[in-house]
């Protein structure tokens, strides 16, 4: 691939004339119906039959790009026009790179680079995305090297290259603890951000309708299971049918997605806000420093939208008649309860932010380490499927250790609606739980928890990319 590019290209002489004929050239082979014009599909052939491998979508961006006068195709003057612009920023970002401006940059001034951005990892991590881009083997990089990795990858940011290794918010899982999302600073001054954003609020609300009766399902477990009262799938399944039809599998459903777009707006700012306030250099956010600013974005956005959370625990678990919609569950309420019965369980639900999104980011983070040390030869970006898979399992461990924390929360916030119920603090709870239903007790309900985890990710992630695509965002 490379020594196709480097003939096709590049020269030691960095004159405008050679550059002119490297893109005149490289344009007659692009354009293979020779009508003075590159469009999407001779870009995309043309690239993949010299084994130029550019990403998906690249070619579209590019088009995009460099399309002046929006006719669907790149001319000449637009195709060498956006080559010069294109290689002018990556020159930038290779100086960027180049610390001790030798010409050159080598394997610490990569590692010291993403350890800037915020992504820590090791000489043999950095070292495996270094051969991804090192054509002779000398284990530095040149410009000349820098330019023929990235001249076909719209990509001109060290941030937007390495940005896909960030990790995500967009597999809603129905749990919102996690690390919020992140966005170059291109996506903030362009506006790009609050469509990422409404794509996966999207994606979240597909994703949670699909998975409801799953969701209910868990709730149910946790609040009314118990030794004595031991409830399956199927048996709890059935009584819920019966008490309440088919529908009856989505109470609460409304109200949980309802509260997805607050939530991720306020999660979003507070997360801006606290990253610039705990970096210790501007601009620059360590690991622990994201994992710090994105727990107390979440504390903050949960304090503000947990009335909903309470509110979400108690329509599922409403009986058929007992409350008509929410305002009248919420006025029932502050009625009965007063203001307090909003915050029921806040408390082991704060808490539980901690042990999810820590092991969530440690998680991924390991598995992201551990594929880039083992299969980033040719390249450093790892695929769809292993960010799926990076993200489902780092997603499902911060489950399994803050879920006893999400059943006492959930027991709480249902402890007024079921009669004859002990209004329990957290502490006793605990000890009243471990001492009738032992350890596996604080884990009811989590299978059909588990059960929901692989098709709330699947549907969350086909809706994100439909939603991108419907919004015009590029990859």
């Known amino acids: 691939m490379y020594q196709v590019v480097r003939k096709l290209f590049f020269t030691d002489c960095q004159c405008a004339e050679d550059a002119s004929k490297t893109y005149d050239d490289l344009f007659a082979k692009l354009d293979t119906n020779k009508d003075g014009k590159v469009d999407v599909s001779e870009l995309k052939a043309g690239l993949a039959a010299m084994g130029i491998n550019s990403g998906k979508d690249a070619a579209q961006e590019i088009m995009s790009s460099g399309d002046e006068d929006k006719d669907d195709g790149l001319d000449f003057i637009e195709f060498s026009n956006y080559l010069k612009e294109h290689e002018k920023k990556l020159r930038l970002t290779f100086k960027s790179l180049d610390k001790n401006d030798d010409g050159q940059i080598d394997l610490m001034e990569i590692q010291q680079s993403l350890a800037d951005l915020g992504m820590d990892i090791s000489k043999e991590e950095a070292q495996k995305i ?86 209910r399902m868990k709730v149910f477990m946790q609040v009314h299971s118990s030794k004595s009262n031991q409830i399956s799938l199927v048996g709890g399944f059935k009584q819920m049918l019966k008490e309440g039809g088919l529908m009856s599998l989505w109470r609460g459903n409304g109200i949980n997605v309802l509260k997805i777009a607050p939530e991720t707006a306020i999660k979003f700012m507070a997360y801006e806000q606290f990253k610039k306030l705990l970096s210790s250099e501007p601009g620059k956010v360590k690991t622990h420093e994201r994992f710090m600013a994105g727990s107390l974005a979440g504390a903050t956005a ?69 594929w880039l040390s083992r299969y980033a030869k040719d390249s450093a970006n790892p695929g769809v499927v292993v960010l799926l898979g990076c993200g489902t399992l780092s997603s499902t461990c911060g489950q399994l250790a803050s879920y006893p924390l999400a059943l006492i929360r959930t027991r709480m916030q249902a402890q007024a609606s079921l009669e004859g119920s002990e209004q329990l603090p957290m502490n006793v709870m605990v000890k009243k739980i471990l001492k009738n239903e032992g350890f596996f007790g604080l884990y009811r309900g989590i299978l059909p928890n588990f059960m929901k985890v692989i098709p709330a990710v699947s549907i969350s992630y086909v809706v994100y990319e439909h939603m991108r695509s419907e919004l015009g965002i590029q990859k």
């Open 302 to 370: 949960q304090t503000v939208i947990y009335p909903m959370e309470v509110m979400k625990t108690r329509l599922t678990l409403r009986k058929t008649g007992q409350y008509s919609g929410m305002f009248d569950c919420a006025k029932k309420i502050l009625k009965r309860e007063g203001v307090k019965a909003f915050y029921k369980g806040y408390i082991p639900n704060l808490i539980g932010i901690i042990p999810y999104a820590g092991i969530d980011l440690a998680v991924y983070e390991s598995l992201k380490n551990l």
């Open 130 to 215: 270094l051969q991804s881009i090192d054509v002779d083997g000398t284990m530095t990089l040149d410009w000349n090297e820098w330019r023929e990795h990235f001249l076909f990858n719209p990509a001109t940011d060290l941030q937007e290259i390495i940005r896909f290794w960030k990790h995500s918010t967009v597999l809603d899982i129905g749990d919102s603890l996690s690390i919020p999302d992140e966005f170059t600073e291109k996506e903030k001054t362009t506006g790009m951000w609050w469509k990422q954003l409404s794509a996966g609020a999207m994606a979240g609300a597909v994703s949670r309708t699909g998975t409801a009766p799953l969701d």
